[in-house]
């Protein structure tokens, strides 16, 4: 499985762009689909979206579209979530995730690897 560590996180204020940074350990990077998650405390992991591991198709939730993007940056072993327009509601931890190799899904269970995530905190 592979290693990954997000950095990024922060406090920042309503409406400030936040860009997290994901780098995985794994020298086949390119084969995985890479995911961003969430959470709240008292509340479950919720999906932000994924990077299909082709790095042609993204899904987002649909609340986030328009505001939050995902790319990556095989070369450095990166996939990036930039954030933009950020809500107090936006405030959580976020997890980034790999799936297996050349695989895609939108659940939990679709992705064995996880960071230990960093937290993102947006005062209104």
């Known amino acids: 499985q592979a290693h990954l560590v997000e950095s990024g996180g922060g406090l920042v204020q309503a409406g400030d762009s936040l860009r997290l940074s994901c780098v995985s350990s794994?020298?086949?990077?390119?084969?995985?689909?890479m995911a961003w998650f969430r959470q709240i405390p008292g509340k479950e992991r919720e999906l932000v979206g994924v990077?299909?591991?082709?790095?042609?198709?993204?899904y987002l939730a649909e609340s986030l579209e328009g505001r939050f993007a995902i790319s990556r940056d095989v070369s450095k072993n990166t996939v990036y979530l930039q954030m933009n327009g950020l809500k107090a509601e936006d405030t959580a931890v976020y997890y980034c995730?790999?799936?297996?190799?050349?695989?895609?899904?939108?659940?939990?269970?679709?992705?064995?690897?996880w960071g230990q995530g960093t937290q993102v905190t947006v005062s209104s």
């Open positions: 995730a790999a799936s297996r190799e050349n695989s895609f899904g939108r659940t939990l269970s679709d992705f064995p690897s």
């Open positions: 794994d020298r086949t990077f390119s084969r995985h689909s």
């Open positions: 990077l299909h591991y082709a790095g042609i198709i993204t």
